[in-house]
């Protein structure tokens, strides 16, 4: 269910549903290169969650609007995106929280398309975890990695991180393949500083176009494949599910 599609007689009943979960996509506006575009992390969040709610049933789970903007420090400087500090994205998804557990939703559950807002996400939970009758969940493609291992076949030039490459190329040609334009997709070579895990540098730094890796190596079978194992495990997860 669409939460912006109710009325307001029907958001009464349905946020006070006991088996309810309202799904929070988070997204981001920033860079991904020239062949992906700019809310490239709102789509994938939207279109998980849209995915999440098809699994688990209109009756328990309404899918939020997408907060469209996020924590992009590392790219921040780059024209194109928007950068919202930490403390000011955990306050605002706070908001959200409140004013849902306050019109009786117990359960929220964060579908983040972006990893530079998981620090935002995990304030926002533990200050909800204190003042807030309600349980959230944050779910940042739980499960893709070892997915991820099998399909993928380029370089990676970060174990963690991925951005505008074979990986996240692969999802937008799965989810939202409208949006990509696989003839200005391009591989790029990035060499992280070394006491990059150590201490703060910006992207912009040592990359040239924001493409983490190899994006031509993307296709939206290696997509399905990652973003079906995640849904899987969101699924499992909030359905309590072992």
């Given at each position: 269910?669409?939460?912006?599609?109710l009325?307001?007689?029907?958001?009464?009943?349905?946020?006070?549903e006991?088996?309810?979960?309202a799904?929070?996509?988070?997204?981001?506006?920033?860079?991904?290169?020239?062949?992906?575009?700019?809310?490239?992390?709102?789509?994938?969040?939207?279109?998980?969650?849209e995915?999440?709610?098809?699994?688990?049933?209109?009756?328990?789970?309404?899918?939020?609007?997408?907060?469209?903007?996020?924590q992009?420090?590392?790219?921040g400087n780059?024209?194109?995106s928007?950068?919202?500090?930490?403390?000011?994205?955990?306050?605002?998804?706070?908001?959200?929280?409140?004013?849902?557990?306050?019109?009786?939703?117990?359960?929220?559950?964060?579908?983040?398309?972006?990893?530079g807002?998981?620090n935002?996400?995990?304030?926002?939970?533990?200050?909800?975890?204190?003042?807030?009758?309600m349980?959230?969940?944050?779910?940042?493609?739980?499960?893709?990695?070892?997915?991820?291992?099998?399909?993928?076949?380029?370089?990676?030039?970060?174990k963690?991180?991925?951005?505008?490459?074979?990986?996240?190329?692969?999802?937008?040609?799965?989810?939202?393949?409208?949006?990509?334009?696989?003839?200005?997709?391009?591989?790029?070579?990035?060499?992280?500083?070394?006491?990059?895990?150590?201490?703060?540098?910006?992207?912009?730094?040592?990359m040239?176009?924001?493409v983490?890796?190899?994006?031509?190596?993307?296709?939206?079978?290696?997509?399905?494949?990652?973003?079906?194992?995640?849904?899987?495990?969101?699924v499992?997860?909030?359905?309590?599910?072992?």
């Open positions: 269910m669409n939460y912006g599609d009325n307001q007689k029907e958001a009464k009943i349905f946020l006070n006991e088996q309810m979960t799904l929070l996509p988070v997204g981001a506006v920033e860079v991904h290169g020239d062949h992906l575009p700019l809310d490239t992390d709102c789509c994938l969040a939207r279109r998980v969650a995915q999440v709610e098809e699994r688990m049933g209109s009756r328990r789970c309404l899918v939020l609007p997408c907060v469209p903007y996020g992009v420090w590392s790219l780059v024209p194109g928007i950068h919202i500090p930490d403390e000011v994205l955990a306050d605002y998804l706070y908001g959200i929280a409140k004013s849902l557990e306050h019109a009786g939703l117990k359960k929220l559950a964060v579908i983040n398309g972006h990893v807002n998981g935002a996400v995990k304030e926002m939970m533990r200050k909800a975890y204190e003042k807030l009758d349980k959230i969940f944050q779910f940042t493609y739980p499960g893709a990695a070892d997915v991820i291992g099998r399909v993928c076949t380029s370089k990676r030039p970060h963690v991180y991925f951005h505008a490459d074979e990986i996240e190329t692969s999802y937008m040609l799965y989810l939202c393949p409208e949006k990509v334009r696989m003839e200005e997709a391009v591989s790029q070579d990035v060499t992280f500083p070394v006491d990059y895990e150590y201490t703060p540098a910006r992207w912009s730094d040592f040239e176009t924001a983490l890796g190899d994006a031509t190596a993307a296709s939206g079978e290696k997509g399905k494949q990652i973003i079906d194992a995640v849904v899987d495990n969101i499992r997860i909030l359905k309590g599910e072992n």
